[in-house]
T-cell receptor, first 115, second 115 residues
Framework: KAGVTQTPRYLIKTRGQQVTLSCSPISGHRSVSWYQQTPGQGLQFLFEYFSETQRNKGNFPGRFSGRQFSNSRSEMNVSTLELGDSALYLC??????????????FGSGTRLTVV | AQSVAQPEDQVNVAEGNPLTVKCTYSVSGNPYLFWYVQYPNRGLQFLLKYITGDNLVKGSYGFEAEFNKSQTSFHLKKPSALVSDSALYFCAVRDMNSGYSTLTFGKGTMLLVSP
């Protein structure tokens, strides 16, 4: 079956602009999580969505937001981009539900460069 | 709160030698533990997980990990390293007893296998 699909793979934006990244999870997976990966900070948790509801949120400013649609596809948005937002943004999907012993399946990520 | 420590930024090993990548964790309850690998410009790939049962877990590509509850460790091992094992390795934990907790990742360990 198809894996986790993230689009676009690469983005270059200018400081002050906004950006929307998309993630399509594995069919049947209802949980989608987003992580920011930078060389200095490693993998930082942004937020998790389950059945269109934000279930967990990391310690990021309000410029970072997300949503999940009824088909489990998710988008994240970053407004007023800063140079420090340059990173690899990873989406991960999981079946979830009551049991939480599943790991994640990751997409290949979106490489965002802010200039 | 849950956390993961990977004490080594980089591990160097010669091809054919055994390798160990270290991971220690902290959770308030019982842990679910995972190892992921990341190749350049790619997302994370699942290697193995510990849920319950045997302390020695076998995973993909000949990797295994040993769960040690008293030392709160989950070190990744392989008996004979390959040059193709060179990549970035992440350990992750989630608390079994804390409801819908997310996966928390360590900062990663770069494994370099020399020919």
């Amino acid at each position: 079956k198809a894996g986790v699909t993230q689009t676009p793979r690469y983005l270059i934006k200018t400081r002050g602009q906004q950006v929307t990244l998309s993630c399509s999870p594995i069919s049947g997976h209802r949980s989608v999580s987003w992580y920011q990966q930078t060389p200095g900070q490693g993998l930082q948790f942004l937020f998790e969505y389950f059945s269109e509801t934000q279930r967990n949120k990391g310690n990021f400013p309000g410029r970072f937001s997300g949503r999940q649609f009824s088909n489990s596809r998710s988008e994240m948005n970053v407004s007023t981009l800063e140079l420090g937002d340059s990173a690899l943004y990873l989406c991960a999907s999981s079946p979830e539900g009551v049991r939480i012993n599943y790991g994640y399946t990751f997409g290949s990520g979106t490489r965002l460069t802010v200039v | 709160a849950q956390s993961v420590a990977q004490p080594e930024d980089q591990v160097n090993v010669a091809e054919g030698n055994p390798l160990t990548v270290k991971c220690t964790y902290s959770v308030s309850g019982n842990p679910y533990l995972f190892w992921y690998v990341q190749y350049p410009n790619r997302g994370l790939q699942f290697l193995l997980k510990y849920i319950t049962g045997d302390n020695l877990v076998k995973g993909s590509y000949g990797f295994e990990a040993e769960f040690n509850k008293s030392q709160t460790s989950f070190h990744l091992k392989k008996p004979s390293a390959l040059v193709s094992d060179s990549a970035l390795y992440f350990c992750a934990v989630r608390d079994m007893n804390s409801g819908y907790s997310t996966l928390t990742f360590g900062k990663g360990t770069m494994l370099l296998v020399s020919p």
